[in-house]
């Protein structure tokens, strides 16, 4: 654990993972971040794809989850504008939605390998399927 100050490599004063949850929903949002928190990572949250890659620009994570369906840049979107500067988070990417899996969405999931996670989750799966993309939290 780094001390005096210090930070790991992704900025984290006490070395927990990192992770960015992007929600346009508050209560998604929040309820994603507190799961994750309380199973030990170090969580931000943005509110939209656009905000999601300003973060990414101002700090490393260990992994990214975020919604389907989201205004202005939907989360295959973000994906994609993440994988061309980033191709490390490609493979610690999860998507969440509450819609069907319709035809886009499934052919992208299929293309990339990325996992969705089907509202309404349990803990549980969402503390299994991060842990799948990248280990379990230190």
Do not use: W
Not at 80 to 94: I, K, M, Q
Request: charged share 30%.
């Amino acid at each position: 654990m780094p001390m005096d100050g210090a930070r790991d490599d992704n900025g984290n004063a006490d070395g927990r993972r990192a992770v960015l949850v992007v929600d346009d929903e508050d209560d998604i949002r929040e309820t994603l971040a507190e799961i994750l928190e309380i199973a030990g990572y170090s969580v931000d949250t943005a509110t939209s794809g656009l905000d999601g890659l300003a973060r990414l620009g101002a700090r490393d994570y260990h992994a990214v989850i975020s919604d389907v369906s989201m205004p202005g840049m939907n989360g295959m979107e973000f994906y994609r504008h993440l994988a061309r500067g980033n191709t490390a988070l490609e493979t610690r990417f999860v998507l969440v939605t509450g819609d069907s899996l319709g035809g886009a969405v499934r052919q992208f999931l299929d293309e990339t390998g990325v996992p969705c996670i089907e509202k309404p989750f349990a803990p549980d799966e969402v503390r299994r399927v991060l842990a799948a993309r990248l280990g379990p939290p230190r």
